[in-house]
């Protein structure tokens, strides 16, 4: 079975400063690979995906992510964060032939002016 | 008007009461799913559905059902409510062959049993 791990529970950054939060997953195939964002009392947004092909994913908001099998990663990146990028971050894998997500705990992302 | 819309967005119970969560989406999906969020355990799928007379359960179904009334509405019961079930409901709907293609959330019930 797949399974997701965010090592990071928070990050706080200061606003400008470049941002990368990590996502390592365990899958024994080539993996779906998701990052979301929920912003303040609202649901989830996905960001990017990344299901084959060029390794580095460009996404909405700025931000972007590079697949790395031979590290089991897919860390997010941004390089200047905006005060408004406050919110969770949650990473998900799904396995090919399979028809479920499984989502990472997540990782709180505060900025600070 | 949202695409998913989630009811009620905020409910507080009482143990041992009977409970139902509804969502309801205009995009024209065939699939839909219920998740919980918990903190510091991210989303936890509880039911999904790919049409009307397809429903299965995900990781974490004891203690819930589900009814797919149309394409458009998927409802989450809680048969007799326990304080572990106090959380944050999501509803999220997805289209398509594959189910890694984007799924799209509702904003959410709160849920507090007491």
């Known amino acids: 079975a797949q399974s997701v791990t965010q090592p990071d529970i928070h990050i706080t950054v200061s606003e400008g400063a470049s941002l990368e939060l990590r996502c390592n997953y365990s899958?024994?195939?080539?993996?779906?690979l998701f990052w979301y964002v929920q912003s303040p009392g609202q649901g989830l947004q996905l960001l990017l995906k990344y299901f084959s092909g060029d390794t580095l994913v460009q996404g909405i908001k700025g931000f972007e992510a590079e697949f790395k099998r031979s590290q089991s990663s897919f860390n997010l990146r941004k390089p200047s964060v905006h005060w408004s990028d406050a919110a969770e971050y949650f990473c998900a894998v799904g396995a090919m032939g399979g028809n479920k997500l499984v989502f990472g705990a997540g990782t709180i992302l505060r900025v600070k002016s | 008007d949202a695409d998913v819309t989630q009811t009620p967005r905020n409910r507080i119970t009482k143990t041992g009461k009977r409970i139902m969560l509804e969502c309801s989406q205009t995009k024209g999906h065939d699939r839909m799913y219920w998740y919980r969020q918990d903190p510091g355990l991210g989303l936890r799928l509880i039911y999904y559905s790919f049409d009307v007379k397809d429903i299965n359960k995900g990781e974490i179904s004891d203690g819930y059902s589900v009814s797919r009334q149309a394409q458009a509405k998927f409802s989450l019961s809680l048969e007799s409510a326990i304080p572990n079930q106090t959380a944050l409901y999501f509803c999220?709907?997805?289209?398509?062959?594959?189910?890694?293609?984007?799924?799209?959330f509702g904003p959410g019930t709160r849920l507090t049993v007491l």
């Open positions: 899958y024994g195939a080539t993996p779906y």
């Open positions: 999220a709907t997805a289209t398509g062959i594959s189910s890694y293609n984007e799924q799209f």
